[in-house]
């Protein structure tokens, strides 16, 4: 009789953890940093109909990096986490602090769990507040971890380097064009120590922004105001000007009919979580509701797009 094969719990642990960032650092990069209005978020993204940046709720937002439908199951439990506690108890007792706890129980479970395999994805969790000090930022790892972030944090691809890049290079009271020509700086660099050019086709930006009048402070830059900002900071996406300045306004009235659309989905609604606007085909692939994100990359590990 064979002796049946053994390994240790802790290999087993370590392989898992490995297979999942092996997979994450096959995304492209987001990079998210405070500036003196709010947070910014910026990722490689040259997809418009897919998104690594997403909002959740009033004054929170989600990013990730990995593979596309699974972070995407995650944001959209977090959109019906979210509704759902802001209608049953009160739309202030929504927080980054909560829903980065239901996240982490997800995937740590997920993590541990000898019957499927971890998830690979990384998300950061952001939620403005009515002061820079007041700002929170989780990062979260594929097994469910929780690292509290402050000023600057990067996630996917060589995140390790522009985290050390940003580390030396934020400091507080950045204007908004100042940290966006410094978070596509840092996208910019290679892991070899060389640099490419990023133009504003190439980048997804959206900003939550203690400054606007509404509830909902999520914000995405589009066209024309994104190539501005980009000339403003002399950023490595600077020189490449938008297609048109109809197309410019075209994608600003996009974005601002996209939003309307969304707050249907965030606004409170009388369900959990704005279900209506949610669609979802069977074993975790392609899923989409009234605020869709995901974004093309590299093929993962069983044919999966990774961002």
């Known amino acids: 009789m064979s002796t049946p094969f053994y390994v240790s719990p802790q290999q087993a642990m370590a392989d898992r953890a490995e297979y999942a960032r092996k997979g994450i650092a096959r995304g492209r990069s987001v990079v998210v940093l405070q500036y003196t209005d709010g947070v910014v ?3 490689e993204n040259p997809s418009r109909a897919l998104h ?7 004054r929170i937002a989600f990013a990730a990096v990995g593979k596309y439908n699974e972070f995407e199951n995650l944001r959209i439990g977090g959109v019906r986490y979210a509704d759902l506690r802001g209608y049953t108890y009160d739309r202030e007792d929504v927080t980054a602090r909560g829903l980065a706890n239901v996240y982490a129980q997800t995937l740590g479970t997920i993590f541990s769990s000898a019957a499927e395999k971890p998830y690979e994805v990384e998300l950061i969790v952001a939620e403005v507040g009515g002061a820079p000090e007041e700002d929170q930022i989780y990062r979260l790892p594929h097994d469910g971890s929780i690292v509290d972030e402050h000023g600057s944090v990067a996630v996917g691809g060589n995140a390790d380097q522009i985290s050390s890049y940003l580390d030396q290079r934020h400091r507080d009271g950045m204007t908004l064009a100042e940290a966006l020509k410094l978070a596509v700086e840092s996208l910019s660099r290679d892991s070899n120590g060389g640099e490419r050019r990023l133009t504003a086709e190439q980048l997804e930006v959206a900003t939550l922004d203690r400054t ?14 994104l190539t501005r900002l980009l000339e403003e900071g002399g950023g490595a996406g600077a020189g490449k000007p938008a297609a048109g300045a109809d197309e410019g306004a075209g994608d600003e009235a996009a974005g601002a009919a996209a939003e309307e659309a969304g707050g249907k989905g965030t606004g409170g609604a009388k369900s959990s979580g704005g279900a209506k606007g949610a669609k979802s085909t069977k074993d975790g692939k392609d899923v989409k509701d009234s605020g869709g994100d995901g974004a093309a990359g590299e093929g993962g590990s069983e044919g999966e797009p990774l961002l």
């Open 41 to 43: 978020f910026v990722a």
């Open 52 to 58: 690594k940046v997403s909002e959740i709720y009033d």
């Open 212 to 225: 606007r009048p509404q509830k909902r402070k999520f914000k995405r830059i589009l066209g024309r105001q």
